[in-house]
């Protein structure tokens, strides 16, 4: 009993915010959502890994401990169970929280320029180096001419 | 030093630094909801906090939002640990006060809390005059596209969010608004 | 007192600051010598006025004395000394100082060490980073003077962020940090002091260069590593990196700085690719710039974000310049400075290295683009959107298998060009190792494609460059009749720069190896346990043993004692923890993690009852992780090994900068 009452001090004591009133022994502090079925928590992690977690920095729902993502994964595991396809679960999260809860920008638009650039980069430099290697290793360019030996006076000629 | 070149080259600093001082004059963490303009999402939740006369409800009574349809519902969501909810606690206490009698509906949600954590709260507090539900794993509060509290719906008459305030709401912004709506919808004939 | 003598060095040296920048295109100008020892006289002084002010920092911080405004703000009684000393770098100002103190270091050493060299390279390079300790020492003076007066004194503090006071990290990871970001300063005033005191036009400066920029180099990469470790060990999620803007700012420098040490060496032997190594260096630095803004303008919102306030406008101001200013230098000599290149053959190192300066750069563009682009859709578009972790996966992945092959390929190739013979000795054996690996990964249950590609490129790439040093040491035993050990330690002293780079690709092989392991065979359990409860991860059992609360000096802290089980008995015990800090809402979990050679089991505690009925266990188990520190060290090494000063030659001048003296080269 004194263990328990030390642990519920020590939780309490430095939470300024919370009332000053006892916490019920039950209470559980933190949220936590798995189930055993393996297959469903792949397909749920698989989608969690594309939203983003609205209160953290950039990290997903699958990742976040925090508890509005283990909230967010739950719902998005019985979306899942209940049927509805990964693209609806995505497409449910942008119409509540816009394109931003997505953590991969949607390719269309716009949006494919992200997406494009890299490509080009590659692809265009890619060719550039292909014709600068064939240019450098190329025949030698000619030697620009120098003076005509034939045109010059010369050196031991007399000057006119 | 070739000068045409590099002014060209200059030129090119333009667009950049015009993009930052864009970026400097929007705030990164300021996410715009979709959810204003829409049909606010249906909840079906369970008082824990009833309120006070005359604007209470039982404890336990479940406040279903289609039941309102036709009224002006403030919707709240808060928690016992947010410290900007303390903010706007008696201001809403207040408000819906002034609004006894005429059809609109304040309703708190609580939000990664306790219930008893939130009664207690409450009591610290000195009271509030409309009832608060619990919202068990936070469904609703994702329904609404809540990203923190304190964070306040109000919804028309007809259903559709009006307006979404985030961060602690001021008296007159609410007035303002339910003000606004209760003109706009078509008063129910009185009883004769 | 601390803050009349921080306050006064911080102001003093502003004037000597500005005096050294004009003493030397005056002395240069003049033909007058004594004004570049009077400028070199002025960097000295920097150094130690701002060491002072370091100084005085310190004292304030460790001696309490909230009359100092920075100390005020994050100093703390209840603070343990090691992170009061630590917090000198934990918020903006002391952040803006430390930088400002390195700089000024840099620049000492770079003014010492180089003194004696004949040509202006080297008072231009110290009159360009002069320039930039400018810039710092007004933020000093100005917005981010962190030795205001603050009256009344307060009694305490409110201590440094909760984040910064976990894990002892938080030592290391920022000074590397801004020995390396700040260090690419030097190789950007070589590059500078290179076109204004023309030099540009030789290789000498390159190899200089090259030198200094092993060393940011390896110090940045030290800094990175112990940054992903900082993040995995602290923040709970059993990740080391999420792509976060300020993660991508360190890591954009550290691409293009890669890039220079490859290509550079293209420069030096056959006098080409001058204009892109010009942009090379200058990018680097004006990516640490950009890095730096980033993060203290509040324009992208992220973990390591400072406070905002007008500091943004003035990093605003300094980066146009910095633009400006590198775009005009490189732009505007890049005709003059154009070679007509020659390469002996397509199959040859040089052909690799531009492959390898392709894919990194392609690389940063992608990560810088991956960064900017919620800004700039926003300012298009006008809505919000995000660019993370999925995106930067899916689009630096085969770019990163990509350049795990060429760095077998690299290596096996000779310089100039390869005999069809030559190649087929050369690129196909490595296939062995390549086949070996896969069929390492595979019975280790690797199912993805990147997981796969990355295994069979590392282990072709790994027998490629064990193999330069197994034909290196054999030919010493033939020569000098030496074992094994000898003609390897013999070898790698000799030729230090090729083999501390082999010895530097090492690292990055185990480095690939432990994130592609770790990421594509992640398990992951969690479970509600009572006291005496077990689960399984793995094959592993854990025991929860109980649940014990403590309180410290700045925060409390609830803990779960969780044993490890080999059959029944305990093998070891792991104590997963939240903190509870009276300024935060949430508490801060500290997750504890057993290390092995074979991977890591990461304990997170996800939630409890207070009565200690039960804790909620999440266990993670991530194969070969460990191996992305032990990577980490390997790289460090390699530069080091690299950096290693040669006693062997002097760097040989030019006569391009003395006209009217030969050098011994041109006389023969």
């Given amino acids: 009993m004194c263990f328990a009452a030390a642990l519920i001090a020590v939780a309490t004591s430095s939470r300024a915010q919370r009332p000053a009133g006892p916490i019920s022994d039950t209470t559980q502090i933190g949220f936590s959502s798995v189930t055993k079925d393996s297959a469903l928590e792949a397909r749920t992690s698989a989608v969690a890994s594309q939203l983003r977690c609205p209160i953290c920095q950039g990290l997903s729902i699958q990742d976040s401990p925090s508890d509005l993502s283990q909230q967010m994964r739950s719902l998005v595991r019985d979306q899942l169970a209940a049927g509805k396809t990964p693209d609806e679960v995505k497409a449910y999260f942008v119409s509540k929280y816009g394109e931003w809860i997505l953590l991969a920008p949607k390719p269309s638009g716009f949006n494919l320029l992200a997406y494009a650039l890299p490509i080009g980069v590659v692809v265009i430099g890619g060719l550039g180096i292909f014709v600068a290697v064939r240019r450098w290793t190329g025949p030698a360019p000619e030697p620009t001419p120098g003076p005509d030996p034939a045109a010059l006076p010369a050196h031991n000629s007399q000057p006119q | 030093m070739n000068w045409k070149r590099a002014s060209i080259a200059a030129v090119c600093v333009i667009p950049v630094v015009g993009l930052f001082i864009y970026g400097m004059h929007h705030d990164p963490r300021d996410i715009p909801s979709p959810m204003p303009g829409k049909p606010a999402p249906a909840f079906a939740l369970e008082v824990f906090a009833p309120g006070q006369p005359p604007l209470q409800r039982p404890m336990g009574d479940t406040v279903r939002l289609a039941d309102l349809r036709g009224d002006v519902v403030v919707l709240n969501f808060w928690a016992s640990w947010c410290l900007s909810c303390r903010d706007e606690h008696v201001t809403l206490s207040e408000v819906a006060k002034t609004y006894v009698g005429k059809p609109v509906h304040f309703v708190g949600s609580l939000y990664q809390d306790t219930p008893g954590n939130g009664r207690d709260w409450i009591a610290q507090m000195g009271g509030q005059s409309y009832p608060s539900v619990q919202d068990p794993h936070a469904r609703t509060a994702i329904d609404y596209g809540l990203y923190g509290v304190p964070e306040t719906f109000i919804i028309s008459a007809d259903g559709r969010i009006a307006h979404k305030i985030t961060g602690p709401a001021s008296a007159a912004l609410v007035s303002q608004v339910v003000d606004s709506l209760l003109a706009s919808t078509p008063q129910p004939k009185a009883a004769p | ?668």
């Fill in chain 3, 1 to 668: 007192m601390n803050g009349i003598v921080g306050r006064s060095a911080l102001l003093i040296t502003l004037p000597f600051i500005l005096f050294g920048i004009f003493a030397v295109p005056f002395g240069v100008k003049r033909k007058r010598p004594e004004w570049i020892s009077i400028a070199y006289g002025t960097v000295f002084a920097n150094f130690l006025l701002l060491t002072a002010a370091a100084l005085a920092m310190i004292t304030a911080l460790v001696t309490h004395d909230f009359s100092v405004s920075y100390v005020a703000q994050v100093g703390s009684r209840s603070t343990p000394l090691l992170f009061t000393v630590i917090s000198l770098w934990g918020a903006l100002e002391g952040s803006i100082l430390f930088w400002g103190w390195v700089l000024a270091l840099y620049a000492f050493l770079v003014v010492t060490i180089n003194k004696n060299r004949p040509g202006n390279l080297i008072p231009y390079t110290a009159m360009t980073l002069l320039c930039v300790s400018l810039f710092f020492s007004i933020l000093l003076v100005g917005p981010a003077n962190p030795f205001h007066v603050v009256f009344p004194v307060p009694l305490d503090g409110p201590g440094p962020n909760p984040l910064l006071q976990n894990h002892f990290l938080m030592a290391i990871h920022p000074p590397l940090l801004y020995l390396g970001y700040v260090g690419m300063s030097v190789p950007f005033g070589f590059a500078v002091g290179a076109v204004l005191s023309g030099e540009a036009e030789s290789n000498d400066w390159i190899r200089l260069t090259r030198n200094w920029t092993v060393v940011t180099w390896g110090l940045l990469s030290a800094a990175i590593i112990a940054g992903m470790w900082w993040s995995y060990d602290v923040l709970g999620w059993g990740g080391y990196w999420a792509w976060d803007p300020v993660e991508n700012a360190s890591f954009l420098p550290w691409l293009t700085a890669t890039a220079f040490l490859h290509s550079a060496m293209v420069q030096e032997r056959r006098s080409m690719l001058r204009v892109w190594n010009l942009n090379l260096v200058v990018g680097t630095f004006v990516l640490t710039i950009l890095g730096t803004f980033l993060t203290r303008s509040g324009i992208i919102s992220s973990v390591h974000a400072f406070t905002t306030g007008t500091i943004g406008y003035y990093f605003l101001t300094f980066i146009a310049l910095v633009l400006l200013a590198a775009l005009v230098l490189v732009a505007g000599n890049s005709d003059r400075l154009k070679t007509n290149g020659r390469l002996d053959s397509a199959a040859s190192r040089e052909t690799i290295f531009l492959l390898n300066n392709l894919f990194l750069t392609a690389f940063m563009l992608t990560v810088l683009v991956g960064t900017l682009f919620p800004l700039v859709a926003e300012a298009i578009r006008g809505v919000k959107v995000s660019v993370g972790g999925p995106f930067f996966n899916r689009m630096t992945l085969p770019m990163i298998a990509a350049l795990l092959f060429l760095m077998g390929v690299g290596p096996a190739l000779p310089w100039k060009a390869a005999t069809k013979e030559e190649l087929k000795a050369k690129l196909i054996p490595p296939v062995i190792g390549g086949v070996l690996l896969l069929a390492v990964a595979l019975a280790m249950g690797v199912k993805n494609l990147y997981g796969l590609l990355v295994f069979a490129f590392v282990g072709y790439s790994a027998q490629a460059n064990l193999t330069e040093f197994w034909i290196g040491a054999r030919a010493r035993r033939a020569a000098h009749g030496e074992n094994w050990a000898t003609a390897l330690w013999k070898l790698i002293a000799s030729n230090r720069r090729r083999y501390g780079g082999y010895v530097a690709h090492f690292g990055v092989f185990f480095v690939a190896l432990g994130i592609a392991a770790s990421s594509s065979l992640r398990t992951e359990h969690e479970a509600t346990l009572k006291p005496g409860e077990t689960m399984m991860i793995r094959g592993k059992t854990i025991r929860l043993k109980g649940m014990w609360g403590r309180e410290e000096k700045q925060r409390s802290v609830v803990g779960a004692t969780v044993e490890l089980m080999s059959g029944t008995s305990v093998a070891g015990t792991l104590e997963p923890r939240m903190n509870f800090y009276p300024t935060q809402a949430e508490p801060v979990p500290t997750p504890d993690v057993e290390s092995g050679p074979f991977g890591d089991l990461y304990l997170n505690l996800v939630a409890f009852r207070p009565d200690g009925s039960n804790a909620t266990i999440k266990a993670i188990y991530e194969p070969l992780l460990g191996w992305i520190w032990f990577g980490g060290g390997v790289v460090v090494l390699g530069a080091f090994i690299s950096g290693w000063p040669s006693r062997r030659r002097r760097t040989v001048v030019s006569s391009v900068a003395m006209p009217g003296r030969t050098s011994a080269r041109d006389a023969a």
